[in-house]
């Protein structure tokens, strides 16, 4: 999880904190210390720890938080309010070309996860009612334009390759030229990254960045390199002009410090995250949702715009009138565990909830949570269609026939029915009259 370490230590300075009535200079002071250390442990730039704990102890010396009735509180206010600065403010999001056709030019360092990102990056706009095309300009990686046919391939987006020419800025041209004539609004040019900045390498950037006219120049940086990602940043920004960064592999880096540090340092956003290696594993990057989790306020936001991108109102109804009837089955107790898995599984879930923070959470027990819903999977599928519709009819018989087939044990399939049981009882409370009308937030969660 990203910011695990800092989190888990700035939660454990504030705790002492709401533990007392009266706050004293002395406390501040002590707790500012740890902040200190929490920060420099993350990797979070010298400089942006040395201003950002100075701005927080000023503010946390006022009479308003001396004087408080919750003077801990109010600390954990301010630092969240700074900590939301310090990551950029609000989020900082894509622009478009007034124009109706939108070119971003994607640059990095190489083994960033370029590449990838501009797939994740592709999934995302169509997602978003946009129609991109993908772009091969980096003509020096073995397999490089390989790699992003298949990447277009798996999230079902075009890509224009020239594999005779060895000039970036024409094929990049042409393939502008060609996206337009096509009709798409949006064109992801993937290009050439080095082993460190160069001269070679920044010429034939800035050679491609004329030729296409990018709306947004994207830096993709590996957050596990800590601030050697941020002074890839700076290095582009000043050679370049960046307008953005996607820090990538967020989801390994536990330190976080380059993502606390790039915005003040470079002073341009950290636009999107990479959390994953699936395709749709790409997030817009919000700082105050960040700060909040990294507090361990939970992410609220974050998860109901999960759960909206999954829920399916049609299928919502359909499941309302299902309980209405007492007609459940097992089909569709395996659709909200697939519903769940597409909200992120259960570790992505428990980041986003409010004071999971201080009740931790092993990554073990989420394996083992996530475990069991595959089993789960396994065993349902291993059902003809006529037991998941009416599971009354699963003999003993029919459970070592289930058993044999998913590869689980007969006391799985037992408690698995006796799960099902439980959720058919409680789904069948939240169907009674009116309850969903009256609380429409909560259609789709269930």
């Known amino acids: 999880m990203a910011f695990e370490s800092l989190s888990e230590k700035l939660q454990s300075t504030f705790k002492k904190l709401k533990g007392k009535g009266v706050l004293s200079e002395a406390d501040i002071n002590e ?3 740890e902040v200190k250390l929490a920060l420099l442990e993350a990797d979070v730039n010298f400089k942006v720890v040395k201003e950002f704990v100075a701005d927080v102890k000023e503010k946390c010396m006022g009479q308003e938080v001396l004087a408080s009735l919750t003077p801990g509180q109010q600390v954990i206010k301010i630092v969240n309010e700074q900590l939301t600065d310090l990551m950029g403010g609000t989020g900082s999001k894509l622009t478009y070309s007034p124009s109706g056709f939108t070119v971003l030019l994607m640059v990095g ?3 960033t996860g370029k590449t990838t990102t501009c797939g994740k990056l592709a999934a995302y706009l169509k997602k978003n009612g946009k129609k991109p095309m993908l772009c091969a300009c980096d003509i020096y990686r073995p397999a490089a334009i390989d790699q992003l046919e298949v990447v277009g391939k798996s999230v079902d987006v075009p890509v224009y390759t020239d594999r005779d020419n060895k000039k970036a800025e024409e094929i990049a041209a042409a393939a502008r030229k060609e996206a337009e004539r096509k009709g798409f609004d949006v064109l992801i040019v993937d290009t050439a990254g080095r ?3 160069d001269e070679e390498l920044m010429e034939e950037l800035a050679r491609v960045k004329k030729a296409v006219k990018p709306h947004e120049i994207l830096l993709v940086v590996d957050a596990l390199t800590g601030q050697d990602a941020v002074n890839a940043a700076e290095g582009f920004n000043d050679k370049l002009g960046i307008d953005g960064i996607i820090m990538t592999k967020m989801d390994g880096d536990a330190r976080g410090g380059a993502a606390l540090s790039a915005k003040k340092v470079t002073g341009k956003p950290v636009k999107f995250i990479g959390v994953g290696e699936k395709s749709d594993a790409l997030e817009p990057f919000h700082p ?3 700060a909040s989790r990294i507090l361990g306020m939970g992410d609220m936001l974050s998860l109901i715009e999960k759960a909206q991108e999954s829920y399916d109102e049609e299928q919502a109804a359909k499941l309302e009138k ?3 009837k007492n007609e459940f089955t097992l089909e569709d107790y395996l659709e909200q565990m697939e519903q769940m898995q597409k909200m ?3 570790g992505k879930m428990l980041e986003m909830m409010p004071g999971m923070g201080n009740k931790k959470v092993s990554d073990d027990e989420i394996e083992r949570g996530e475990k069991e819903l595959r089993q789960m999977e396994a065993i349902i599928y291993s059902m003809t269609p006529e037991e998941r519709r009416k599971p009354q009819i699963l003999n003993a018989s029919r459970r070592r026939r289930i058993s044999a087939g998913s590869g689980q044990p007969v006391s799985k399939i ?4 006796k799960k099902y049981e439980d959720t058919k009882k409680l789904m069948k409370q939240f169907a009674s009259p009116g309850f969903m009308k ?3 937030r909560f259609k789709g969660l269930f």
């Open 31 to 33: 707790a500012m210390r």
């Open 438 to 440: 009256k609380n429409k």
């Open 109 to 111: 360092l190489q083994g």
């Open 195 to 197: 082993l460190q900045i």
């Open 344 to 346: 992120g599984g259960l």
């Open 288 to 290: 105050d949702r960040m």
């Open 414 to 417: 037992n408690s698995l029915i």
């Open 322 to 324: 299902k309980f209405k």
